[in-house]
């Protein structure tokens, strides 16, 4: 039942329950699955070409990253723009934060696409259990994992200490008919799945289990 009320409204309302235990709805869905797709493909370029593992993961990953890039929110094109215009005025940095982001040196902050920032939404665990960080859009990459907003063509780098202002948010409908065309459950268990296949892409690329194979 909840899957279908939360729909009701406009805006799907971060923090609130999805129907599911201690899954709780996520905020930046599109932002989210739009980075942790993005990094899923790159670690799997370490992979031989001849890996049926990176041929799986990587087909599978590139479909649903082509849905989520066709699904843009209401006043995304002016987004875009604005933020072009952001980063080029603060040269040759590293990193950009979004509106989430709290004061302090931001080369100490780890980006973590599946964490929430612990007291601002209801639900959410608290800054001991889940740590000090923010979500999609508003995540902090290291100088190790930094990725990229391709739209249009075109990338958009981070740069330090500036400050992006959030994507605009998927409607409700859009977030629905989104989980129906990836058929993989609410959009919050598929940035789980996500997630997950980035965790392990990242330790068999550091385990390097195909060498063995090689040989």
């Known amino acids: 039942?909840?899957?279908?009320?939360?729909?009701?409204?406009?805006?799907?309302?971060?923090?609130?329950p999805t129907g599911l235990?201690?899954?709780?709805?996520?905020?930046?869905?599109?932002?989210?699955?739009?980075?942790?797709y993005r990094r899923t493909l790159n670690k799997l370029q370490s992979f031989p070409e001849t890996s049926v593992y990176r041929?799986?993961?990587?087909?599978?990953?590139?479909?649903?990253?082509?849905?989520?890039e066709q699904m843009k929110p209401s006043g995304h094109q002016e987004w875009a723009a604005?933020?072009?215009?952001?980063?080029?005025?603060?040269?040759?940095?590293?990193?950009v934060s979004g509106s989430g982001h709290e004061s302090g040196d931001l080369r100490h902050q780890e980006w973590n696409s599946g964490e929430h920032k612990?007291?601002?939404l209801a639900g959410f665990c608290t800054a001991t259990e889940r740590g000090d960080q923010t979500t999609g859009a508003n995540n902090i990459p290291t100088e190790d994992n930094r990725t990229q907003l391709e739209?249009?063509?075109?990338?958009?780098?981070?740069?330090?200490?500036?400050?992006l202002e959030d994507e605009p948010q998927l409607t409700a409908a859009q977030v629905k008919e989104l989980e129906k065309q990836i058929s993989a459950g609410l959009i919050e268990?598929?940035?789980?799945?996500?997630?997950?296949?980035?965790?392990l892409v990242d330790e068999l690329n550091q385990a390097r289990i195909w060498e063995n194979y090689i040989k």
């Open 189 to 199: 268990e598929v940035i789980q799945v996500a997630e997950a296949e980035l965790r």
């Open 82 to 95: 604005r933020a072009r215009v952001t980063t080029t005025n603060f040269g040759d940095r590293k990193s």
């Open 21 to 36: 235990t201690g899954l709780w709805t996520q905020p930046t869905p599109r932002s989210t699955l739009l980075s942790v």
């Open 55 to 68: 041929q799986s993961v990587e087909a599978v990953t590139k479909y649903r990253l082509s849905l989520v």
């Open 1 to 16: 039942m909840w899957p279908t009320i939360r729909t009701l409204g406009r805006f799907l309302e971060p923090g609130t």
């Open 118 to 120: 612990a007291g601002e």
């Open 151 to 163: 739209d249009h063509g075109e990338s958009i780098k981070y740069y330090d200490e500036a400050h």
